[in-house]
């Protein structure tokens, strides 16, 4: 059995996030405490797990995600990641649906070689920002944005740019304000130098101190950012030591994130279920 080591929303390797990929034999997923084990032996932000559906259904591929410690609902950089794999290994010749927790999720392949993935929206509303959060953080927080108990996560907005690349916060205060994640955010400094907003994004909850590039939290960046800037299209940079851009849109209650993303590491894995 293979597994892949894929960078995502990267153009080369060594940037964006890595995904553990492990295109699995047969029908069905092995037990939970295999694919968990496996997951905490990669010991990346996620590893994605993924078997062929029968024709005529409505999705082609299951597939479900791990941190180190947990499962989780939904992931972005692991989808593109696989979707990379089915497309370079030959597995896959067009569009592809998965199917996950969170629903049947797309992606189709672009003619300059970057991957679309097609997302629920998530929206978000406004509550109050507590002086612990800020505290945890380290910076004052111009508004706090609830994505509610689905995918859980706090939008942190934050003056500007700098104030997001120099954040030290306090990890395991932010544990303690959050169901999943903090991302924190803000608009670009100079959106001429190729991106709209930036984020960073914590996830203590599921073992994950920092995520270096985070889909899933673009499919509520984007809509908290198209509605503030007036337009559909963005471009976000996640602005974490290996860094990586993602290319959004907002279609109705969709947000396709766009991307590339790199094979670094192709081996066997030789404890099979």
């Known amino acids: 059995m293979r597994i892949r080591i894929v960078d995502a929303f990267a153009d080369r390797p060594f940037a964006g996030n890595p995904a553990g990929v492990v295109l699995l034999e047969g029908g069905s997923f092995p037990g939970d405490a295999w694919l968990q084990q496996v997951a905490a032996e990669v010991n990346l932000s996620e590893t994605a797990f ?9 999705a082609d591929w299951a597939l479900r995600w791990f941190t180190p410690t947990v499962e989780v609902d939904m992931c972005g950089h692991a989808t593109l990641a696989t979707a990379h794999v089915l497309r370079t290994t030959g597995a896959w010749d067009g569009p592809v649906r998965f199917s996950g927790v969170s629903g049947i999720l797309g992606a189709a392949g672009n003619e300059d070689g970057t991957i679309t993935l097609d997302f629920p ?9 507590s002086r612990e959060l800020a505290e945890a ?4 927080v111009i508004s ?6 689905v995918i859980g996560d706090l939008i942190a907005e934050v003056a500007d740019e700098r104030t997001v690349r120099g954040l030290t916060p306090d990890i395991r205060g932010l544990y303690e304000h959050s169901v999943q994640g903090v991302l924190v955010t803000a608009a670009a400094e100079d959106p001429a130098r190729g991106h709209d907003f930036v984020s960073r994004c914590f996830f203590p909850r599921v073992g994950i ?7 899933r939290a ?3 960046l984007a809509p908290f950012w198209s509605a503030r800037l007036g337009r559909t299209e963005l471009t976000g940079l996640q602005v974490s030591s290996r860094s990586g851009v993602i290319r959004t849109e907002v279609r109705g209650d969709r947000t396709l994130l ?6 670094v590491i192709d081996g066997e894995l030789l404890a099979t279920p």
């Open 258 to 263: 766009t991307g590339r993303a790199v094979t």
């Open 121 to 129: 929206a998530v929206p978000s509303r406004p509550v109050e920002v």
């Open 144 to 149: 706090l944005h609830d994505t509610g108990p």
């Open 137 to 140: 953080l380290g910076a004052e």
């Open 218 to 220: 673009h499919t509520s």
């Open 209 to 215: 101190d920092e995520d270096p590039v985070t889909g």
């Open 50 to 58: 993924a078997h062929r559906l029968p024709a005529g259904g409505g």
